[in-house]
């Protein structure tokens, strides 16, 4: 077993979550580096947030060895959550307060002197493009803007770590963009971030390295362009029928692909060459209603590993 090193901030060898006997997470082995984006990437259900509630020090672990920055949760919790940066998925924020005053007060927490915590305050502030709403009511905020508060206050001590679980569920495509801004700033500014998701263009553009769980396990571990390499092909043809067509037309057309994947609205074949593959597609006398060539995504390594299947 190989032990954890100084660039290993989170190291977890077996690492095992039971609640009575539903198995929440089994035996799962994770390494985050120091100063990289760490993605744990799975549906609902299959172990991110219990995984990320041990790592956070909130929730014991069953069995398995974990460290967190070098420190057991078990025997040195508070000392962990003191230099950890949380952003849960529903926001916690005091809505009667100001946004000013949700930092300031957070800030106490962490036993920071009053001039510390108020000049991080306004710094994090004017990170978040908040500083105009400094005086606003919470209540008052946008979905988006909530968030960016949060992480503003995750950011109050200072963190090495920040844990963010699903941080930007819920937002509009704009206040997504904005956010993963703010995350990737914080990046190159060398704090070590960790975040589940379930949107694959947030893995694609924050994470250096995810793994991806499925029932309690990890199934797939690498970048994102190493995973799209090992399950998937280097472009996906979306092919579009007549309704009923697209089982017989698979038949037709799986010698021209690696792998071909039947939907209830359309045909994917996936290869290596999309253009080639679209032409004989035609040569073979094919009319298809919708023909699109993409490059494979980390999507459709997602739902091959861990199906189509809708987990509630």
């Given amino acids: 077993m190989t032990e954890a090193t100084d660039d290993s901030l989170v190291y977890a060898r077996g690492l095992t ?7 929440a997470v089994d035996g799962i082995d994770v390494d985050v580096r120091r100063g990289e984006a760490f993605g744990f990437l799975g549906p609902n259900g299959a172990g991110k947030s219990s995984t990320m509630r041990m790592i956070a020090c909130v929730s014991p672990v069953t069995a398995g060895t974990l460290r967190v920055l070098g420190r057991d949760p078990a025997s040195d919790g508070p000392e962990i959550r003191g230099r950890l940066g949380v952003v849960p998925q529903e926001d916690s924020l005091d809505l009667e307060l ?24 306004d710094e994090l502030l004017q990170f978040v493009q908040l500083g105009d709403k400094r005086h606003a009511k919470v209540e008052s905020l946008s979905g988006g803007m909530k968030r960016r508060l949060t992480i503003a206050r995750s950011l109050i001590n200072e963190p090495d770590v920040m844990l ?61 362009q190493q995973l799209i390499d090992r399950w998937s092909t280097r472009e996906v043809v979306e092919l579009r029928f007549q309704p009923g067509e697209h089982e017989a037309m698979a038949g037709k ?9 039947v939907l209830p609205d359309r045909l994917l074949l996936y290869t290596a060459d999309g253009d080639a593959a679209a032409v004989a597609v035609h040569e073979r006398g094919l ?13 459709d390594v997602f739902l091959h590993l861990t199906g189509r299947t809708l987990v509630d």
């Fill in 98 to 121: 100001t946004v000013r005053e949700n930092l300031l007060i957070y800030g106490r927490y962490f036993g920071l002197a009053k001039p510390v915590i108020r000049q991080r305050t």
């Fill in 253 to 261: 057309l799986e010698d021209l692909a690696d792998r071909v994947e």
């Fill in 164 to 224: 963010l679980d699903e941080p930007t569920t819920g937002l509009d495509p704009q206040a997504r963009h904005v956010l993963w801004d703010r995350l990737f700033r914080l990046k190159q500014q060398g704090v070590t971030l960790i975040l589940t998701t379930h949107y694959m263009d947030e893995a694609e553009q924050l994470c250096d390295r995810l793994v991806v769980m499925d029932k309690a396990r990890i199934v797939a571990e690498g970048s994102p």
């Fill in 17 to 23: 979550k039971r609640f009575g006997d539903f198995v």
């Fill in 287 to 299: 009319h298809p209603a919708g023909m699109l060539v993409r490059r494979s995504t980390l999507e």
